[in-house]
Structure formats: C-alpha cells, structure tokens
C-alpha cells in the first residue's frame, strides 16, 4: 500500500482547492482506471474527471466533495515537505492575493500549457491585475545527424503592479542562459527565487536541502 494525493482543482484557477490523502496499491489504481501497463510512477500526474474519481471512491472507500471538480491524482513528492509554501501550481492564486510578485511559464511555441495559461490570467490583465510580457527565443542546435535543427521557445512573465522591474531583470538572464549555455549554479538558483518572490531565508533552506532546478516555472 502506497499513500496517493487528490487535489481538487478550483474552475477559477486551475489549482488545488483542498486535497485529500488516501492509502491504495498503485497496481489496483492503475487497473481501475484503466492505465496503460497498470502502473502509477511515482512523479506521475493524472487529470481524473467525476467519474475516474466515483471510480476511486467506490474502490477505495473514501467519500468525494459535492462539488464537480477535476482533480490531480499523483504520490506524495519531496517537495510536500518544504516547511514554506512552494509557489508550484499556486501561481495564479497567490498573485490575486498579491503574495506572490511574480510568475514566469515557459515552453515551445505550439505547447497547449501555454495556451491554458495564458487564457487563465488573461482576464487579470485586462483588468490591470497582473502585468505581462512575453517573448520567444530561439537558435540553432547540432542533431546526432550532425545536421541543426531550430530551438524555440515562449516565455510568459506576469508582475504585480509596481513589480515591472522583474521583466527587465527576468529578460537579461533568459537571454544569458539561453544563448551562452553552462551548468546551472546555486547562484542562478538563489537569483531565480529571489526573482519569484521567495526570502533569502527560504532560498537558503532549498539549497541547503539540494532541490534541484525545475523544468519549467516556480
């Protein structure tokens, strides 16, 4: 038996609402729902509509919200053990409650995240919430065929009112970063929460612990 994690995700956001915990066999959930090779990896997140989760609750005997929500269905990470809240999948909430200065999303042009994103905080712009900017890089990188073949990526970056600052500073080291390619240094990691809205305090406890730079936002 493994312990599992739901969190219901809020229509307004997109993000956790509340959570519930249950104990399962990964090999029983995976069966249940239908997975593919009946498995349920560790780092996994799966979407479960009403009825993939009427299908758990009658399985494993736990009682679901009223409410209609989706949830993520995933194990517990490391990371649920960070003694501060991490800003991973709460950045919209946190902005809209001004405890979070900044966000940034990245990905390859054509990338549906990107454009769920977007369409999430579009209204708060609009409104003069949030403020954003956006831009894309690109190059051209060496295959194995020894030919080259186009990178490109699109950058998201929202900022409270009176945070602009952080586009400009959030530009410069994506431009670094992306054009004079090294290994990513405890320094770039400090920088990077700095940049996000985390404390020095904070910071310190996450490279102290050896958390590693996610893939794409904080």
Same mark, same amino acid.
Request: charged share 30%; glycine share 6%.
């Given at each position: 038996?493994?312990? @599992? ?11 956790? /609402?509340?959570?519930?915990? @249950?104990?399962? +066999?990964?090999g029983?959930i995976?069966?249940?729902? &239908? ?6 990896? +560790?780092?996994?997140y ?15 005997? @736990?009682?679901?919200?009223? /409410?209609?929500? #989706? ?7 490391? %990371?649920?053990t ?8 709460? #950045? ?11 966000? @940034?999303?990245?990905?390859?042009p054509k /990338?549906? %995240? ?17 403020l954003?900017?956006?831009? #894309?890089? /690109?190059?051209? $990188?060496? *295959?194995?065929?020894? &030919?080259?073949?186009?990178q490109?990526i %699109?950058?998201?970056?929202y ?14 080291? $994506? ?5 004079n390619?090294?290994?990513? *240094?405890?320094e +770039? ?7 996000l809205?985390? *404390?020095?305090?904070? $910071? ?15």
């Amino acid at each position: 038996m493994a312990v @599992f994690k739901l969190s219901f995700l809020s229509p307004e956001t997109n993000t956790p /609402s509340h959570e519930l915990r @249950f104990d399962g +066999d990964a090999g029983e959930i995976a069966r249940a729902l &239908g997975l593919r090779d009946a498995v349920v990896p +560790d780092h996994a997140y799966y979407r479960l509509d009403r009825k993939g989760l009427t299908i758990l609750s009658s399985v494993f005997g @736990f009682a679901l919200p009223a /409410s209609d929500e #989706e949830a993520l269905l995933r194990r517990p990470h490391a %990371i649920d053990t960070t003694p501060y809240l991490v800003h991973t999948n709460y #950045e919209l909430p946190l902005m809209l409650e001004g405890r979070k200065p900044f966000a @940034f999303f990245s990905d390859d042009p054509k /990338s549906p %995240i990107l454009a769920e994103t977007r369409a999430l905080f579009a209204p708060h712009v609009d409104a003069g919430t949030f403020l954003l900017d956006t831009f #894309e890089l /690109s190059r051209m $990188c060496p *295959t194995t065929t020894g &030919g080259e073949k186009e990178q490109r990526i %699109i950058y998201l970056a929202y900022a409270l009112p009176g945070e602009r600052w952080r586009f400009e500073r959030f530009r410069q080291r $994506c431009h670094r970063l992306f054009n004079n390619w090294r290994p990513w *240094t405890d320094e +770039d990691e400090r920088e990077e929460g700095l940049l996000l809205g985390y *404390t020095e305090e904070q $910071c310190d406890w996450w490279l102290e612990n050896r958390f590693r730079k996610p893939v794409t936002e904080a």
